[in-house]
């Protein structure tokens, strides 16, 4: 299928962008790497008025460290998150999941930040963002602002994003030393969308237990979702089997093609059996 | 393994891999696809397809569509039916079976979402598709038929009310006695109910066609991308009612066809009826969607079957029994027929078989029309008697490998004929299976499996023993009624400048059709291969003849190719001799040159030659013709088909907690008699696993209860990618066929046909002690998942 006609302006500034978005109105869409918008523009499930490409605003490219965390720009490609050191230093949890993202090519085209803002339900940027607790920098029409990944995330591609609003940087907090990240997907085939995923952050040992917990659970729910009873058994010192038996307590799993939702809880379970068996095994070698 | 070729001279090129001409101008982009080309005032169309499974169309109003800018006409089926006559895809040998006329678009009532409706006609494909969605169709929906079994049923809704049920066609078979075997004292009998997902072709370019009429010349121009140029140009002849003379089908590059390129299509047919209607060429290419949506799609079987060993293991019978479901129509010229036809055919072909006992229902659907693609029926009669030979050798405590040699058909025993019917001449089950047991070093990968199981790791071999039909005769559809030719042309010229110039009724589709003509060319004209020009696809231009299908180009168009140059090296060689004032066996042809036959001294050139015959004719000796041309046809006689066969295994691991399969290993075996091009040969039967891989484990076309195809993108249909497939080994055996001098059998479709039968096998070896059982592709993780109990 062809796309509907639609008008094309190109911005040089993340202002500009905010700007012509607040002029176009609702039906106007951000164009980034375009490796999602494109093909619903194709299959003509969306058909927008105007596409601004924020594509060649270089402020919003690159990675960069600051207090006690990296600020990645919302134009970062996949492929440059997964080249760089900086990321495999301190966010070893993004720089696994990333080789998960789609194929090369599509890597080299799709943005940090498109993946964010499209929250595809079963997208492995948005469950790292949510793992590691970061926290999304918003411009629109009224001015910058912050939104926590807790609060970001709202359901099926829908995010605390308002229309006409741009994300422009995601800020992720270097995790604590002792910390260690956790990640696992079932895919039918490398580079497709999970059947289920898991990314999750562990803090400190404590005892049996740890200090803190975040479990993030993709591609079993509307979203990117945190498994509260697996985090407290977590944090408690369960044995894995038995946080891995509450994973989806209490959480709103959905089929699909693939999975239908026992199979995506039973998926859930053994990710997060597999991987916190594989974390103490680990940690007990050394 | 090394080819021996007949003569080892420095244009011996039959039985080498030589890469094929046209790779470098693929490569270099410069293919010529239908959609590379641009005609003078050319117009493009775009199909409103019916969004319901079944329901009756009530009425269409297109007057906003028709305002549009730049629309130039709508039509609907009423519209196209004043040109075009509606086609029946019934074969006659196949007897009884039934198929209504089925229209271009669909008219009063739609059978399956995705049916052509309304079709638009614009400037560009943009405006056609912006148009579409101004059109209001309002519609009625009527119950939609769609599982198969539920079809049968007497209180069903019919698809064609003027049929008293939703049955096709119907066939039996039952030799020797079958029931005696099952009941016999000490016998091993195993059941099993099998059921194989529709899935689809998936070509990289999609269903193109350019309809060009020129009312000046009442000359219709199809270009086209499609396998048998000479069969459409019958069908549209017939349809638009022409001159079959005065249609011209050109078939240049095309990206792949694997028999999805082989039909009638209503969009494809709509596209021509609308040329002549406005007298200016109309482009119609597939989007992904609609390939989904209205390419054939293929299997689709529900499958119950049982066979017996007696105490020594020997096969003593096999009954199966099959339902397929073809969508709303039989889909013409070929028939809905022949998958299921040959499941029932070939099951337990590779195996001395006493009694035999078959039922075929083909049953009408509202979904996708379900036609031949790659290896026809063969993955699934293969897959169901390689599962029974597999439970059968765990119940009765035997090797699979041991129960395979206890029952294949003897290498020393041909000819031979099996229970169904089948002739079977030059087949080497046996020397197959030893190759493939040695290649894969089958005692040591099983002591392997053993030992991994001990430590919970589940891996599984699977064997499987197989035959593929190809160069079929007349017999195939010829008999039936379709104009569908089994035999094929070549012709071959020599032109003035010594260059060869060859033309054949087979066709290229990226399998490496012109690198073996131009290689048997070559060889038998004694000239570089780079001299050779090799021309396929256009019906203005070739020999008349059946095209590229069931694995028939090397076997039937290769031979005529040989026979051909073998009839012009003759005429040379007469003209030579008489030039010279010798014999004509007293000379050669060798590297562009008449040569003496003893010394190879070079005697005259052949451009020398050719500019004497043809400038210089006053110079010939008396009643000399000042030609160098010949042309001939061949089909296989004698037999209807010649069979090839093969051995193939796979080796896989399954996370019994995921359901996921990793493959581990493939070795083929395959006997294809003499191979032309080993690499070509490599590739067809790689990419031909692949495929039946797919069909294994990844590939389904998904229907919700109302028959809407669920999964029509790239994205949600899953075809095997390279990082999913594995490192495929191949050997051959060589028993060349009796049938033509070349002695080349089939190629295309033997990966296909053996895959998805050793993969199953393979999984379910791995299952085995789990309890567990796999018995439907594709075999999911979910699904497997279900069968250990584990969701
Ligand atoms: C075959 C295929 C497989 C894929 N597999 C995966 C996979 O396994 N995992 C995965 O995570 N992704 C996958 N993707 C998606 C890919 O990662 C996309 O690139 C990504 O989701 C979107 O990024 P983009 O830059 O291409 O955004 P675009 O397609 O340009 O935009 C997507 C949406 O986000 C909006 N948007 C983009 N940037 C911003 C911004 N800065 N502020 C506000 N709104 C914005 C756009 O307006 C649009 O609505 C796949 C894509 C394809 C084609």
């Known amino acids: 299928m062809k796309s509907s006609s639609f008008a094309y302006r190109r911005a040089a500034t993340a202002e500009e962008a905010v700007a012509l978005a607040r002029e176009a109105g609702e039906d106007a869409r951000f164009l980034a790497g375009g490796q999602s918008l494109l093909a619903a523009l194709n299959f003509r499930l969306d058909e927008p008025c105007m596409l601004i490409d924020i594509g060649r605003i270089g402020a919003l490219r690159g990675i960069r460290r600051v207090e006690g965390a990296l600020k990645i720009g919302a134009l970062t490609r996949h492929a440059e998150i997964a080249a760089s050191v900086e990321i495999a230093k301190h966010l070893p949890l993004v720089a696994q999941a990333i080789h998960e993202v789609a194929h090369p090519a599509i890597r080299n085209r799709g943005t940090f930040g498109g993946s964010i803002a499209l929250a595809d339900a079963a997208a492995e940027m948005p469950a790292c963002a949510l793992a590691l607790g970061a926290r999304m920098h918003l411009l629109g029409p009224d001015g910058p602002r912050r939104v926590a990944a807790d609060e970001f995330f709202l359901g099926l591609y829908e995010t605390a994003l308002e229309p006409g609003e741009l994300l422009t940087h995601v800020e992720i907090p270097i995790p604590p030393a002792g910390a260690c990240h956790g990640f696992a997907e079932l895919a039918r085939r490398r580079g497709d969308y999970a059947m289920a995923g898991l990314a999750m952050m562990l803090g400190p040992r404590t005892g049996a237990g740890r200090d803190w917990a975040r479990i993030v659970f993709f591609g079993i729910a509307d979203r990117a979702v945190r498994s509260p009873s697996a985090e407290a058994a977590i944090v408690a010192g369960a044995a894995p089997e038995e946080c891995a038996a509450c994973a989806t307590d209490g959480l709103d799993v959905f089929g699909d093609m693939n999975a239908a939702e026992s199979t995506k809880r039973h998926y859930a379970a053994v990710l997060l059996r597999r991987e916190l068996d594989r974390i103490s095994d680990e940690e007990n070698r050394v | 393994m090394s080819v021996t070729t007949r003569y080892d001279r420095p244009n011996s090129y039959i039985g080498k891999s030589v890469p094929r001409p046209n790779a470098v101008r693929l490569l270099h982009g410069r293919g010529r696809y239908v959609d590379d080309k641009v005609l003078p005032r050319m117009l493009h169309a775009a199909f409103l397809r019916s969004p319901h499974a079944h329901a009756r169309i009530l009425r269409i109003d297109a007057a906003a569509a028709r305002s549009m800018p730049g629309v130039v006409a709508v039509f609907d089926g009423n519209d196209i039916a004043q040109v075009m006559t509606p086609w029946v895809g019934v074969l006659t040998h196949l007897s009884g079976m039934r198929s209504p006329p089925q229209p271009a678009l669909a008219r009063d009532v739609a059978r399956w979402q995705g049916e052509p409706v309304v079709m638009v006609v614009a400037h560009s494909r943009a405006a056609a598709e912006d148009a579409l969605e101004r059109i209001e169709v309002e519609y009625e929906p009527l119950v939609p038929v769609c599982d198969m079994q539920a079809a049968l049923a007497p209180e069903a809704p019919r698809i064609h009310p003027e049929l008293d049920s939703n049955l096709c066609w119907e066939r039996k078979i039952e030799v020797g006695d079958v029931d005696a075997a099952f009941a016999a004292q000490g016998a091993t009998v195993v059941e099993r109910s099998f059921t194989f997902g529709r899935h689809t072709g998936v070509t990289l370019e999609p269903r193109a066609v350019i309809a060009d009429y020129d009312p000046a010349e009442d000359r219709l121009t199809m270009h086209y991308s499609g396998q048998a140029p000479h069969m459409m140009q019958a069908v549209i002849a017939r349809h638009l009612n022409m001159p079959e003379a005065r249609v011209r089908v050109v078939a240049q590059d095309v990206g792949g066809s694997f028999g999805i390129k082989i039909h009638t299509y209503g969009d494809e047919m709509a596209t021509l009826a609308a040329s002549k209607l406005l007298r200016r060429p109309v482009k119609f290419v597939a989007d992904r969607l609609e390939s989904f949506q209205s390419d054939i799609h293929a299997r689709d079987h529900r499958i119950t079957a049982r066979a017996a060993i007696d105490g020594e293991g020997r096969l003593t019978a096999v009954e199966i029994d099959d339902i397929t479901g073809i969508g709303p129509y039989s889909v013409y010229p070929r028939s809905s027929g022949i998958e299921g036809n040959q499941v029932i055919n070939l099951t337990g072909a590779p195996y001395d078989l006493p009694a035999y006992r078959a039922r075929l ?22 897959a169901v008697m390689e599962g029974l030979m597999d439970e059968m050798a765990a119940a009765s405590g035997r090797d699979p490998a041991e129960l395979r040699r206890l029952n294949l058909r003897a290498d020393d025993s041909y000819p031979s004929a099996s229970p169904q019917g089948m002739r079977f001449a030059d087949l080497s089950h ?13 005692k040591t990968l099983r002591a392997e499996c053993d030992r991994l199981r001990q430590q919970g790791v589940y891996r599984g071999i699977g064997l499987v023993s ?27 010229r020599l032109d003035a400048s010594g260059a060869v110039h060859v033309s054949n009724s087979i066709t290229e589709q990226g399998q490496g059709t012109e690198a073996i003509l131009a290689q048997i060319a070559a060889e ?66 060798c590297e562009g040159q008449v040569v003496d036959a003893d010394s190879l001294e070079p005697r005259i050139p052949l451009s020398d030659l050719a500019r004497m015959v043809y400038y210089r004719g006053n110079e010939l000796p008396e009643g000399l013709q000042p030609e160098l041309i010949a042309s001939r046809h061949f089909k296989v006689s004698d037999y209807p088909f010649v069979f090839t066969n093969g051995a193939m295994a796979s080796y896989v691991e399954v996370d019994p907690e995921t359901g996921m399969v990793k493959l581990l290993g493939h070795w083929v075996v395959e006997d294809v008699g003499t191979i032309l091009n080993e690499k070509l040969v490599d590739e067809q039967i790689r990419g031909g696993v692949v495929q039946g891989i797919g069909g294994a484990l990844f590939e389904e076309c998904l229907y919700s209860q109302d028959g809407q195809l669920l999964n029509a993108t790239m994205a949600d249909y899953l075809v095997p990618m390279a990082s999913e497939m594995l490192d495929i080994h191949i050997a051959h055996v060589v028993t060349p066929t009796r049938t033509s001098e070349l002695g080349a059998k089939g190629a295309g479709e033997a990966g296909t046909a053996g895959a998805p039968g050793a993969v199953m096998n393979a999984v379910n070896d791995a299952l085995r002690p789990l309890g567990a059982h796999m018995a439907q592709m594709p075999m999911t993780p979910e699904r497997i998942l279900r069968a250990l109990g584990r969701v």
């Open chain 2, 361 to 382: 229902r083909v049953v009408f659907q509202n979904k996708v029309p379900m036609c031949q693609y790659r290896a026809v029926g063969h993955p699934i009669a293969m």
């Open chain 2, 430 to 442: 046996q020397a197959c299976l030893e190759k493939l047991l040695d290649l894969m070093d089958y």
């Open chain 2, 524 to 589: 038998v004209m004694g000239v570089d291969i780079s001299t050779v020009h090799v021309v396929t696809g256009d019906t203005a231009v070739v020999p008349y003849g059946g095209g590229t299908w069931a694995s028939r180009g090397a076997g039937i168009g290769g031979e005529a190719m040989y026979q051909a140059a073998r009839a012009l090296r003759q005429q040379i060689l007469a003209t030579a001799a008489a030039i010279l004032q010798t014999r004509p066996e007293k000379l050669d042809l």
């Open chain 2, 466 to 492: 197989m035959v593929e039909v190809t160069n079929p005769s007349p017999m195939f559809y010829g008999v039936g009624g379709a104009p569908i030719a089994a035999q094929d042309g070549a012709s071959v």
